[in-house]
């Protein structure tokens, strides 16, 4: 069992960064791989990116390649998302989630946090 919580969310211009971080509880962190989703209003909650439990796998959604970055950090139990170039149609609530891999399908994750905010202004 693991369990998590996002921060770092908040209000950026369009073409700006932020950097969210999900802070994981236990020593079991390094046994799970994490992933990023994010939901909109009204919309289904979509993966955004994910990382393997050593951190050198990583899977991105064609919509955020190239401007975001995902990582962690095992010794500090903590994954990351460097979200650069944000976009009008990026703000949503950004969740993490840890899986035994790093799935793209949301069923596929066991463990979510809270979620964090992240808005962009035009």
């Known amino acids: 069992h693991v369990q998590l919580v996002e921060s770092g969310g908040g209000l950026v211009q369009a073409g700006g960064s932020l950097r969210l971080s999900c802070a994981a509880s236990?020593?079991?962190?390094?046994?799970?791989?994490m992933g990023w989703f994010r939901q909109a209003p009204g919309k289904e909650r979509e993966f955004v990116a994910a990382v393997s439990r050593t951190g050198v796998g990583t899977n991105y959604a064609d919509s955020v390649k190239g401007r975001f970055a995902i990582s962690r950090d095992n010794a500090k139990n903590t994954v990351y998302l460097q979200m650069n170039s944000l976009r009008p149609e990026d703000p949503a609530v950004y969740y993490c989630?840890?899986?035994?891999?790093?799935?793209?399908?949301?069923?596929?994750?066991?463990?979510w946090g809270q979620g964090t905010k992240v808005t962009v202004s035009s």
């Open positions: 989630a840890a899986a035994r891999t790093y799935y793209t399908e949301v069923r596929r994750y066991d463990y």
């Open positions: 236990g020593r079991t962190f390094s046994t799970y791989a």
